[in-house]
């Protein structure tokens, strides 16, 4: 890879952590259903494309290796600290992960729109209307990405 060239893939290394120890990921996946995964603390998660030439806009030639395949996404989780360590995982065409330590709050926005129409019978119409707007925190397992 040339130093012009950038590596789309995202590393998450864990520092800290007990030897022997797990950390907890929530993997997200639209297609067969979000799941969590203990993983030791000593190893090196990545996620980018299958295969990370895909991050360009590169032409394949028919019937070689087709696009769709190019573009899938992977979690990859390796044995030691290093991606270069041996690969113990990988879990194809997942949306993202975090580490459940992270705290998620979704905000969700409730609107209450009221609308009064008065017509005094002698061609007078009247109209009003309220709007009114509040942010609240979402319980995250209701509501999906």
Do not use: W
Not at 123 to 136: A, F, I, K, Q, T
């Amino acid at each position: 890879m040339s130093e012009d060239e950038v590596e789309f893939e995202v590393i998450l290394e864990d520092e800290g952590g007990a030897p022997g120890g797990t950390r907890t990921i929530r993997v997200y996946d639209s297609t067969r259903g979000d799941f969590h995964l203990d993983v030791p603390t000593e190893s090196c998660i990545t996620f980018g494309y299958f295969n990370p030439a895909a991050a360009g806009d590169h032409r394949y030639e028919a019937g070689r290796i087709s696009a769709v395949t190019m573009k899938t996404t992977a979690l990859r989780i390796y044995a030691g600290k290093t991606s270069k360590s041996q690969q113990i995982a990988c879990f194809l065409g997942v949306d993202g992960f975090r580490d459940l330590s992270l705290k998620l709050t979704r905000l969700r926005q409730r609107v209450v729109i009221e609308s009064n129409f008065e017509n005094d019978g002698a061609g007078n119409e009247n109209y009003e209307r309220d709007v009114r707007r509040s942010l609240m925190p979402a319980i995250e397992d209701e509501i999906g990405f």
